[in-house]
């Protein structure tokens, strides 16, 4: 390969050099050439230029050479759009695509008019510090309810049910629940939920703008999404490396994950007794299996074995505020998975399925057959935000604490960690990709093993009869799984004080 060749060129805006580097033939035998501009600084001189220029097209020769197309002039919005099409294509999960896009609008809006080649990490830097500042949130109009019982009562004399006013535009059903807790909702649906309603907007809520900073871990998303684009943009060789690589995004601190207590799931196991066989059986399934909201969701008939007692993962139902209520696969390969079930929940579903089978036969032709294990009367599917909605309905009624899916799913760990369980056999129960996921969620926990270990060896290397003094602040305890009596039973850790 030559030397690339400088040309200078004189216009309005001043001088500028065409660098054109040969890179041989084609397959048609056709010479190849790559070309490039190069500008000098206004403040450079003659001689600084000439050396500049030179060092310029030694660059770019080198970059051709190994391949870069760095004359390539994409802008990052045009690149970026043309990777999310890429994953689209090949099976990326709906909700991913659809976060991806509203951070991309935001990113945009600041770098997407740079070429891919000129972005540096102090660019990127720049980006992530002005997302710190106050005032920086594009969604902080918000709105929170005056009264909830107020609004749960019209929006059931003016649709009957929440499902019923979702399904004519509103919230869903787990929006609505957390509007109800005291949490803030988005303007404009709140804006929306008012007109719906045929009430006005300060009748049922009050408005409120908030000018907090963006936490360090939702930059972080901005910063992942980058990182991907211009990843792909080093993959396909356009540039020389990812920029985002080497950029300082702000530090997060993990936040360790909430899990209940064992008498508070003890109280939610006999409250249950309460309530209706599908219910019991779905609130049972989240605490014995760990399983997300939306795979228990989807779980069909079809993927419990009875005869094994255990229930196959390999799909979840989900919500998307354009797509609706949809069936996606697991998060990821991990997450197909078979979970092995007590029998004291087995035997929970198969009275379930009984019920269920008589209701068919009561609905005769208006049964709709979905073969989901938990549906409404007529046989269809069941909202997952109501998996979300309903467990909450159930802990304000019985005076419990609040109760969510992701902290019956954190419990599980907890008890399987307590027990002596290993990570990988944890990490595939849960239904994590890999075991370094499972292990930095549950460190805390991890790090309370710590003591059990240190006791151990303290015993078998140097024959400790007394234990050491337990940790400040940290609880020493045993979990055991026990057959609880009569017709609550189910097998459930209970705590032991060992002190």
């Known amino acids: 390969m030559t030397m690339a060749s400088i040309r200078k060129r004189t216009g309005k805006s001043g001088d500028s050099y065409q660098i054109i580097s040969s890179n041989g033939k084609d397959m048609f035998g056709k010479q190849v050439r790559n070309s490039t501009t190069w500008r000098p600084s206004p403040d450079m001189t003659a001689a600084q230029i000439k050396r500049a220029v030179k ?6 020769d080198k970059q051709c050479e190994l391949g870069f197309k760095v004359d390539n002039n994409q802008t990052f919005a045009e690149y970026a759009e ?4 890429l994953k689209e294509a090949n099976g990326i999960k709906k909700g991913t695509l659809r976060a991806f896009r509203q951070l991309l609008d935001r990113i945009n809006a600041s770098l997407g008019n740079m070429k891919l080649k000129d972005i540096r990490p102090q660019h990127l830097n720049l980006f992530y510090t002005d997302l710190s500042k106050k005032g920086q949130r594009i969604s902080g109009h918000y709105a929170y309810v005056l009264d909830a019982e107020k609004l749960k009562e019209t929006i059931r004399k003016k649709f009957g049910s929440f499902e019923k006013f979702h399904e004519n535009g509103g919230p869903g059903c787990s929006t609505i629940a957390k509007m109800c807790r005291g949490e803030h909702c988005d303007y404009d649906l709140a804006q929306r939920s008012a007109t719906l309603l045929g009430d006005k907007f300060t009748t049922l809520f009050r408005e409120e703008k908030q000018t907090e900073p963006l936490s360090a871990k939702t930059i972080h998303h901005f910063h992942n999404m980058i990182s991907s684009v211009l990843a792909q943009a080093e993959r396909e060789m356009i540039i020389p490396y990812n920029s985002a690589s080497k950029a300082s995004p702000p530090r997060v601190i993990r936040k360790e994950p909430n899990f209940m207590q064992v008498d508070d799931v003890m109280r939610i196991m006999e409250c249950l007794q309460k309530e209706s066989l599908m219910w019991q059986a779905v609130m049972m399934l989240l605490i014995a299996t760990g399983a997300r909201r939306g795979e228990i969701a989807g779980l069909k008939w079809k993927n419990v074995d009875f005869e094994n007692g255990s229930i196959r993962i390999d799909c979840a139902l989900l919500y998307g505020s354009k797509t609706g209520v949809y069936e996606e696969t697991p998060k990821t390969s991990a997450g197909y998975r078979t979970i092995g079930i007590p029998g004291e929940v087995m ?5 379930y399925r009984v019920e269920q089978s008589k209701q068919k036969l009561r609905m005769g032709a208006k049964w709709e057959q979905t073969d989901y294990v938990f549906t409404k009367e007529t046989g269809r599917y ?7 909605s309903w467990p909450n309905s159930f802990a304000k009624k019985n005076g419990l604490p609040h109760i969510n899916p992701h902290a019956l799913r954190h419990t599980q760990a907890s008890v399987l960690y307590q027990n002596n369980v290993d990570p990988v056999t944890i990490s595939r129960r849960l239904g994590h990709s890999r075991v370094s996921t499972t292990q930095d969620i549950y460190c805390h926990l991890l790090e309370q093993a710590d003591d059990t270990a240190r006791d151990a060896i303290g015993s078998a290397l140097f024959g400790e009869k007394k234990k050491q003094p337990p940790t400040p602040g940290k609880q020493k305890v045993r979990w055991f799984w ?15 004080n060992l002190l």
């Open 55 to 60: 060092i310029a097209a030694a660059d770019f």
């Open 82 to 85: 043309y990777v999310l099409n």
């Open 347 to 351: 035997d929970l579903l198969r009275r």
């Open 382 to 388: 069941i909202h997952p935000s109501t998996f979300s």
């Open 482 to 496: 026990i057959v609880m009596p009569s017709a609550r039973r189910a097998l459930f850790p209970c705590e032991w």
